[in-house]
T-cell receptor
Framework: GAVVSQHPSRVICKSGTSVKIECRSL??????MFWYRQFPKQSLMLMAT???????TYEQGVEKDKFLINHASLTLSTLTVTSAHPEDSSFYIC???WGGGRETQYFGPGTRLLVL | EDKVVQSPLSLVVHEGDTVTLNCSYE??????LLWYKQEKKAPTFLFML????IEKKSGRLSSILDKKELFSILNITATQTGDSAVYLC????????????FGKGTKLSVKP
């Protein structure tokens, strides 16, 4: 149980284009989904927290107009990287929780984004 | 199918106890195994293990990898209430850039 999927697993795009990444909870209803970005030395940065049906809460320093997050249903959240630049190339991971608390998170397999 | 399995899923101990958390994996193109501690925000990186039998230590925490048996353990000695958290195991696999697959975590509660 508690399976989270991400699509696509890997994407290559040209600079200036937009890329959408989907995060789905397959066998539970996720009231809260989190989006992370992996940085060097294995650190994970929380980008934003999204609750179903409401606007996402972005962490300090994360541009909400560049990283659009939508959590339209209890099983789907999307992250759209708009006007992607090479420095946006990274590994993006989502996690999902049904309890609303950060401690009960189930992680997706991640999406590797490469912007040329 | 690649997978990472952690056990136990939850654990309650008292301060001063020693705990051992387990992580087993089945992945292709294994690169490394990572341990994270998750409290309120993003998981905090603890260890990265790439070679079998070499213990990594940081204070009261230590970890070791067995690539033959495909598992790792995270030990915490003399536990404190501040150790209460979810401990995540992840495996870096595949490709030249690496990807992570996470286990479901072990929720550790340390009682005073």
């Amino acid at each position: 149980g508690a399976v989270v999927s991400q699509h696509p697993s890997r994407v290559i795009c040209k600079s200036g284009t937009s890329v959408k990444i989907e995060c789905r909870s397959l066998d539970f209803q996720a009231t809260t989904m989190f989006w992370y970005r992996q940085f060097p030395k294995q650190s994970l940065m929380l980008m934003a927290t999204s609750n179903e049906g409401s606007k996402a809460t972005y962490e300090q320093g994360v541009e909400k107009d560049k990283f659009l997050i939508n959590h339209a249903s209890l099983t789907l959240s999307t992250l759209t990287v708009t006007s992607a630049h090479p420095e946006d190339s990274s590994f993006y991971i989502c996690s999902a929780s049904w309890g609303g608390g950060r401690e009960t998170q189930y992680f997706g397999p991640g999406t590797r984004l490469l912007v040329l | 199918e690649d997978k990472v399995v952690q056990s136990p899923l939850s654990l309650v101990v008292h301060e001063g106890d020693t705990v051992t958390l387990n992580c087993s994996y089945e992945v292709t193109n294994f690169r490394s195994l990572l341990w994270y501690k998750q409290e309120k925000k993003a998981p905090t990186f603890l260890f990265m293990l790439t070679s079998s039998g070499i213990e990594k230590k940081s204070g009261r925490l230590s970890s070791i990898l067995d690539k033959k048996e495909l598992f790792s353990i995270l030990n915490i000695t003399a536990t404190q209430t501040g150790d209460s958290a979810v401990y995540l195991c992840a495996v870096d696999y595949g490709g030249s850039q690496g990807n992570l697959i996470f286990g479901k975590g072990t929720k550790l509660s340390v009682k005073p």
